[in-house]
């Protein structure tokens, strides 16, 4: 059965995919036409093709770990697409799609999870953080740059991206604190996906969650998080709300993990595959598809170019991962510092003596020597 209900949960599209007129809501996306449609599903699509391709190559020893996110597109990229370049994004580990968004390339998704790095990306290249896996953590991050952006007097948003077992943290709960008594222009987007790892969202939520920010003085909206239209609306909402002084928005899209918490987890050990069966007739692509066909957008062309590109996404990403170089052992101790530190020479040279112990000459000799 459904953890959540629905009933006060904001829904444009049914999991049929028919449209539900909202006079409050639909304002915020009677911009997008039949392309803008096709796009968004074409996004869905080709995340979901990226997150299946990592996680077989994660299954094939190719990568450690990999954090699905099946079932979660429509949250990610209604949420993603709504926000500007400048807009900063602060997310767990999980938010491949809005990376996707960000313009994240390909390789810098997988490099962490390869082992090869110990950062995927420059965050300023994107506006996106690098992934935090301490839960909650980035909600404080993002509290205090929406903080650095109202100093600057600047319209930019900051957003941090969660999920509902997150919500059982401090971190999360301060970051609530501090934005509502600065009123900084930060949203708190929190993915319900109805599983903690292995606890089920009813264990530490007794009512929605999007019910308690208000105790904190942040309003919040709750929205069908497979519904990629609901779900930009909301976010433009919040943005808007941001931008103009109203301060900080908390969302809840109450959406589902179909696969596991991370490709370490079996999620047949705790969850009832009837629940699977039931959020699998919510599916956020299926819907967004039947909505198309019904305005005549869903062709044979669209069909053909998505697959297209969610073929080429794929073989890219592979390729990319496959061929990353091993990094050299030396170069662990670059970049620690900005200036050069003693403790850190000290170390590396210690560590030098040992990699030509084992005649490992020429690793001892490579790296960035500061």
């Known amino acids: 059965m459904l953890l959540v209900p629905f009933e006060d949960a904001i829904q444009l599209l049914t999991p049929t995919g028919e449209r539900i007129g909202n006079p409050a809501i639909d304002p915020w996306i009677a911009d997008l036409d039949a392309a803008a449609l096709a796009d968004?599903?074409?996004?869905?699509?080709?995340?979901?093709?990226?997150?299946?391709?990592?996680?077989?190559?994660?299954?094939?020893?190719?990568?450690?770990?990999w954090p699905p996110l099946l079932g979660q597109e429509a949250a990610q990229i209604g949420s993603g697409r709504a926000l500007r370049p400048d807009d900063f994004v602060f997310s767990s580990y999980r938010e491949n799609a809005v990376?996707?968004?960000?313009?994240?390339?390909?390789?810098?998704?997988?490099?962490?999870?390869?082992?090869?790095?110990?950062?995927?990306?420059?965050?300023?290249?994107?506006?996106?953080?690098?992934?935090?896996?301490?839960?909650?953590a980035q909600t404080l991050h993002a509290t205090g740059y929406a903080l650095g952006i109202q100093a600057d007097g600047d319209d930019s948003v900051a957003i941090a991206y969660f999920g509902d077992g997150a919500t059982s943290e401090g971190d999360v709960n301060e970051a609530l604190v501090f934005a509502a008594t600065f009123q900084a222009p930060v949203i708190f987007f929190c993915q319900n996906n109805h599983w903690a790892i292995s606890e089920p969202v009813g264990l530490q939520a007794h009512r929605p969650i999007a019910d308690r920010a208000p105790g904190f003085g942040i309003p919040s909206l709750r929205v069908d998080g497979n519904d990629v239209l609901a779900v930009m609306a909301a976010t433009r909402i919040a943005l808007d709300r941001a931008r103009t002084g109203g301060g900080p928005t908390f969302i809840e899209a109450v959406t589902y993990r179909m696969g596991p918490h991370t490709t370490a987890d079996d999620p047949t050990r705790y969850r009832d595959p009837v629940e699977l069966e039931e959020w699998g007739a919510r599916d956020p692509i299926a819907r967004l598809a039947a909505y198309l066909r019904g305005l005549g957008g869903f062709t044979p062309e669209l069909e053909q170019r998505v697959s297209a590109k969610a073929d080429a996404v794929?073989?890219?990403?592979?390729?990319?991962?496959?061929?990353?170089?091993?990094?050299?052992?030396?170069?662990?101790?670059?970049?620690?510092?900005?200036?050069?530190?003693?403790?850190?020479?000290?170390?590396?040279?210690?560590?030098?003596?040992?990699?030509q112990s084992l005649g490992e000459t020429d690793a001892a000799t490579q790296g960035d020597h500061r």
């Open 99 to 136: 990376a996707y968004c960000r313009g994240v390339r390909l390789a810098d998704l997988t490099r962490v999870w390869r082992g090869v790095a110990s950062s995927g990306w420059n965050p300023y290249d994107i506006n996106m953080a690098t992934p935090q896996v301490i839960i909650g």
């Open 314 to 355: 794929a073989v890219e990403l592979r390729a990319a991962t496959i061929s990353m170089p091993d990094p050299e052992p030396l170069s662990v101790f670059d970049n620690v510092y900005a200036e050069p530190n003693t403790t850190i020479e000290r170390e590396r040279e210690q560590y030098t003596r040992y990699l």
């Open 40 to 65: 968004l599903y074409e996004d869905m699509v080709v995340v979901r093709r990226i997150d299946a391709e990592a996680t077989a190559l994660q299954r094939q020893g190719q990568l450690g770990l």
